[in-house]
């Protein structure tokens, strides 16, 4: 699981960390690192779960209605 990012010849070193901080985030990375800082019960998962598919829905039915 380890992500690499090679600074390039003449780069400043705040656009490789952009870039570290994309591709981590592409991949997840900060968000589990997060959600296992402290535990949390399986219904609160399963709780925040329906909670993002209920706002993915209503944006879904927003667009479709657009």
């Keep these: 699981m380890s992500v690499e990012v090679r600074?390039?010849?003449?780069?400043?070193l705040e656009k490789a960390l952009r870039r570290l901080k994309k591709k981590l985030d592409r991949e997840g990375i900060l968000r589990s690192v997060k959600a296992k800082r402290y535990f949390e019960k399986p219904c609160e998962i399963r709780r925040q779960k329906e909670k993002v598919a209920a706002f993915n829905n209503m944006l879904r039915r927003k667009r479709d209605a657009a």
């Design 7 to 12: 600074i390039r010849k003449g780069e400043p």
